[in-house]
């Protein structure tokens, strides 16, 4: 096939997309708002002293009064790409809250090592090409006993737009997610602790296209891959491909149906370097003549 590599994403196009995506995302947010509560509701059993809580890939911050809440008006750094994200969160910010805002990719994040007690990232890894590097600096950032809770997408999101394009042509509409057994690994790979992961699912239901796209664009999720068509789609193949989906038919309704990955894990503190060996003199055992 033509594109039988994995797809890639345009990291400045992603950026892009939720810069203009500022002003409409609250307004379509409404998966972001099912994953939120579902990561707060997994929250409450946890037991853990946090006096600085990284919200990883904030959006316009509609997570950081729960936050404030649940963790005791803790100091709350929201983290986004997006600029105007990052305006939007700081309107909401109550007046006596202690919050910061930066900018910054969640690959390469400027905080000291082992600084923040909980990171909080709702659905930012569907939009990373790559965990490792985000878990690599979720495990630098986080001290040891802290907690990593996330929501991500799994592999069987998305599936009816992308057998419905499939019809059309060999290009890729859609970004790939990885399993949560593959999350679980990488997890404990970058040196964190116990992963927990659980999957949900969530069935949405459109009466058009033309609600679908325009939710989809109004929360940023347009197509951002590297490898996607560059050149007009064209009337008619769009039209395919909506029929192949299901929709703008008398009666008929498309379903959309989403994988969510739950998860949480905790540092372990800071790794060793292989390149160095630290042995207890106290555990040699003495040699017997």
């Keep these: 096939m033509r594109h039988a590599e994995k797809p890639t994403l345009n990291t400045r196009l992603v950026r892009r997309r939720f810069e203009r995506a500022a002003d409409s995302f609250d307004a379509a947010d409404f998966v972001h708002a099912y994953t939120r509560e579902g990561l707060l509701s997994r929250l409450q059993p946890l037991r853990i002293d946090a006096k600085i809580i990284l919200d990883l890939g904030s959006a316009t911050g509609s997570a950081q009064r729960a936050l404030d809440r649940r963790f005791g008006r803790s ?19 109550a007046w006596f809250a202690k919050a910061s805002y930066v900018q910054a990719t969640a690959g390469a994040l400027p905080f000291p090592d082992a600084s923040i007690d909980v990171i909080f990232s709702n659905l930012l890894l569907p939009w990373v090409d790559d965990p490792k590097p985000v878990f690599s600096e979720v495990a630098r950032v986080l001290r040891q006993g802290g907690l990593f809770v996330f929501a991500t997408l799994g592999p069987d999101s998305l599936q009816e737009i992308r057998r419905a394009w499939r019809q059309v042509d060999d290009e890729p509409h859609t970004h790939r997610f990885p399993d949560m057994h ?3 690994d ?3 790979h970058a040196g964190l602790r116990d992963p927990v992961l659980d999957v949900d699912h969530l069935t949405i239901t459109y009466k058009s296209s033309a609600r679908l796209f325009q939710d989809l664009a109004a929360a940023g999720g347009r197509n951002a891959l590297l490898q996607r068509r ?3 789609t064209g009337k008619h193949r769009f039209a395919t491909m909506v029929t192949e989906l299901g929709g703008d038919v008398a009666g008929a309704e498309i379903r959309l149906n989403l994988e969510l990955v739950f998860g949480h894990c905790w540092g372990g503190g800071p790794k060793a370097d292989p390149a160095n060996y630290r042995i207890d003199a106290t555990e040699i055992p003495l040699r017997r003549r």
């Design 182 to 184: 593959d999350l679980g």
């Design 75 to 93: 100091h709350i750094i929201s983290v986004d790409v997006a600029h105007k994200m990052l305006k939007k969160a700081r309107k909401k910010k």
């Design 186 to 188: 990488e997890l404990v």
């Design 230 to 232: 560059r050149t007009l």
